[in-house]
């Protein structure tokens, strides 16, 4: 187990891969707000997965913790894993509203976003449901509208 593994970081303390990355994908966890990344790595390893399958799990009060190595490709989304960082948000958003985006989760899901698209040229974000057919990240999240908080926070000191 990487010594990194479950750890919190700050957002712009987290490592750029050195694979070859070209998006990002966004999931909620359809649980508890604070849903920790101990327990989606029960729920992981009941599926049948070595690990935890995401590279970072966000809880409600905005702590980001490490999951599954960076450099290793994520269990995330059938048939699209490779090339994608994957981060879980913890909370059902197709359950409650989705539209704080200052909330604490938000600021931190956005920090973790834009050192990625900084370090990444043409890295894409996208949510789980545009690549396959599911609800995540939760049908209360509006993706453009997130895409677009995401590129307004680079602007903003919080
Ligand atoms: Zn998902």
């Known amino acids: 187990m990487s010594e990194m593994k479950f750890k919190v970081l700050k957002p712009d303390e987290a490592p750029i ?7 990002l994908v966004i999931h909620h966890s359809a649980s508890g707000r604070s849903t920790t990344p101990w327990e989606i790595e ?3 390893k009941a599926r049948g997965f070595r ?18 190595d960076i450099e290793k490709i994520p269990a ?7 090339g994608t960082i994957a ?3 913890s909370g059902n958003f197709s359950e409650m509203r989705a539209d704080t985006p200052f909330h604490p989760q938000f ?6 976003v834009n050192v990625y698209v900084d370090a990444i040229p043409g890295l894409k974000i996208v949510g789980h449901r545009e690549l396959a057919n599911t609800e995540c990240p939760g049908l209360n999240v509006d993706l453009d509208r997130m895409r677009a908080y995401f590129r307004a926070l680079k602007n903003l000191e919080l």
């Open 17 to 23: 891969p050195k694979r070859m990355v070209d998006s």
């Open 42 to 44: 029960k729920w992981h």
């Open 51 to 68: 690990e935890i399958g995401y590279h970072f799990v966000i809880i409600a009060q905005g702590n980001v913790y490490f999951g599954r």
């Open 76 to 82: 995330s989304v059938k048939g699209h894993n490779k």
């Open 87 to 89: 981060v879980c948000c």
């Open 107 to 112: 600021i931190a899901l956005g920090r973790l």
